[in-house]
């Protein structure tokens, strides 16, 4: 079935860049997406990257696809105590799959 | 952006009694809306879709008549925890697809209602 594996916990140094991995299951997936969810909020998209593209970069962020090897990537250039959160990567055929997240911390 | 609300964004109910949540698209209109729950430090696990008009297709291992799903407009799906237990305490989220079809099909995720069972 499908599958969605990300790290569950990353730290980073406040202004550095974070960088979250994500490896997925179904090749015939069209959209990839990367969510934040802050605590006792809901999903907020971040960003999404379509199948066919390789790279995909909006301000801070940038998206990185390896097609062939099913893992996606997210950079977040100078990580702010605002980037604490937890960040789900997402793949979307039918319907999104979500992995079980990864908890962005940030160190003074 | 799009906007989804839930109703309520709390709730705390004794065992066996039976708790309504609302997922309502503010300004758009949406054929499907999805239910998902999410426990904690997890992933968020799709429970069932929601189409305007026709029966839930629920996942499996998800009860349909304990989670009774409803979709009776194009902007508001209910889901009804029947006889509550305290293992049904949960995160449960709702998103909404929009009708007008974005090119990558953005599902809009409410901000969740916490049901807590005592």
């Known amino acids: 079935g499908e599958d969605v594996e990300q790290s569950l916990f990353l730290s980073v140094r406040e202004g550095d860049s974070s960088v979250i991995n994500c490896t997925y299951t179904d090749s015939s997936s069209t959209y990839l997406y990367w969510y934040k969810q802050e605590p006792g909020a809901g999903l907020q998209l971040l960003t999404y990257i379509f199948s066919n593209m390789d790279m995909k970069q909006d301000q801070r962020l940038t998206v990185l696809l390896n097609k062939k090897d099913k893992h996606l990537s997210l950079r977040i250039a100078d990580t702010q105590t605002g980037d604490s959160a937890i960040y789900f990567c997402a793949e979307r055929d039918d319907k999104i799959i979500f992995g079980k997240g990864t908890r962005l911390h940030i160190l003074p | 952006g799009a906007v989804v609300s839930q109703h309520p964004s709390w709730v705390i109910c004794k065992s066996g009694t039976s708790v309504k949540i609302e997922c309502r698209s503010l300004d758009f209109q949406a054929t499907t809306m999805f239910w998902y729950r999410q426990f904690p430090k997890q992933s968020l696990m799709l429970m069932a879709t929601s189409n305007e008009g026709s029966k839930a297709t629920y996942e499996q291992g998800v009860e349909k008549d304990k989670f009774l799903i409803n979709h009776a407009s194009l902007t508001l799906s209910t889901l009804t925890v029947t006889s509550a237990h305290p293992e049904d305490s949960s995160f449960y989220i709702c998103?909404?697809?929009?009708?007008?079809?974005?090119?990558?099909?953005?599902?809009?995720f409410g901000p969740g209602t916490r049901l807590t069972v005592l």
């Open positions: 998103s909404a697809r929009d009708l007008a079809g974005k090119a990558y099909n953005e599902q809009f």
